[in-house]
């Protein structure tokens, strides 16, 4: 049975469209492979210890300041919102459209739990004080990453979504002024310390409009 057959036949089984037989947990199982969960989760781990480890190296440095963290919460939550765009791609666009049951609850719960879980680990796994570039800094910028790379698996793919935030990542890093505030705080969101609130605006703004984008209309469709 080729690939496509199976994606069809598991899909109808998982939307009910034809009974179930075997094990109750069987199809969340085939679902959560079909979008890459375990290797996702394996990902966000290794973001986040590799982040504790950078974070906790750079703070032993001597003359450190909590500037030396920028790349970490910069850094850490891009690579983090790729691994998330990663498995936004899916071979059923079709039955994701056609199916009787909405989607976009499953997106969309699916896209908020693994959300929190790459926040909790990386607000654990980077120190550092609020006003300083800590893990309130490092949690905004996942939010804001996260926004922006589910708006381009809707509008590019899953697997370019992970592009419009790396330019825009890059651009931001070498254009930012050095001192925080003033007008960067909403166009250089990720190089703001974490309380600045128009960064927190920005992120979260940024965050609402991918969420809701890829939660209505999927990943776009892709060939091979």
Do not use: I, K
């Not at 109750?24 to 085939?30: D, E, S, T, V």
């Not at 909590?66 to 919102?81: D, E, F, G, N, Q």
């Not at 459209?97 to 989607?103: F, Q």
């Not at 254009?175 to 990720?190: D, F, N, S, V, Y």
């Amino acid at each position: 049975m080729s690939r496509r057959a199976r994606s069809v036949s598991f899909f109808a089984h998982f939307l009910h469209l034809s009974p179930v037989r075997g094990r109750p947990g069987r199809p969340l199982a085939l679902y959560a492979r079909s979008r890459a969960l375990p290797a996702t989760l394996a990902t966000l781990g290794c973001v986040a210890l590799a982040a504790a480890w950078a974070a906790r190296w750079l703070q032993a440095q001597p003359g450190f300041d909590h500037t030396a963290r920028v790349p970490v919460v910069v850094l850490a939550p891009l690579l983090a919102a790729a691994a998330l765009g990663a498995g936004m791609y899916t071979y059923s666009d079709e039955l994701d459209r056609t199916a009787v049951r909405p989607w976009w609850p499953r997106r969309l719960g699916r896209l908020l739990g693994l959300t929190a879980l790459a926040a909790a680990l990386l607000a654990l796994g980077v120190p550092g004080h609020p006003e300083a570039f800590g893990g309130p800094a490092a949690v905004r910028n996942l939010l804001g990453a996260t926004g922006v790379t589910a708006g381009a698996a809707a509008l590019l793919g899953a697997r370019l979504s992970w592009l419009p935030m790396t330019a825009y990542t890059s651009a931001v890093y070498l254009a930012a002024p050095r001192a925080p505030g003033g007008a960067a705080t909403l166009w250089a969101w990720q190089l703001q310390p974490g309380p600045q609130v128009g960064a927190w605006a920005a992120a979260v703004v940024a965050y609402g409009c991918g969420a809701g984008a890829y939660a209505w209309r999927g990943a776009r469709r892709e060939r091979g």
